[in-house]
């Protein structure tokens, strides 16, 4: 099962309605939430039988990394820990 898993940044908002036309022409479920949350990753994956976890959430725009260097460090460390785990807790693949 793939569910996208999305909290929509600034990095993601440029895709945002050719992302959300696709998923819904697909029937995929999308979950808008922060990789941050790992409850709410578990929940999504029990929810949905997800058995693959594909991490595209980066931070990624260096201007705003020295702005506000926090965020970068809990969304790109963090939260691909918290993916990570989640994928061995549950047995899934991760990319």
Known sequence: MFVS???????????LKQKKAWLKSKKIPHVKADIRDVVALE???KQYNIDTIVNFAAESHVDNSIAGPNVF???NVIGTANCLEVARKYNCRFH
């Open 73 to 75: 460090f809990s969304t």
């Open 43 to 45: 929940n999504a994956v």
């Open 5 to 15: 898993y999305d909290v929509e940044t600034y990095a993601a908002k440029f895709m």
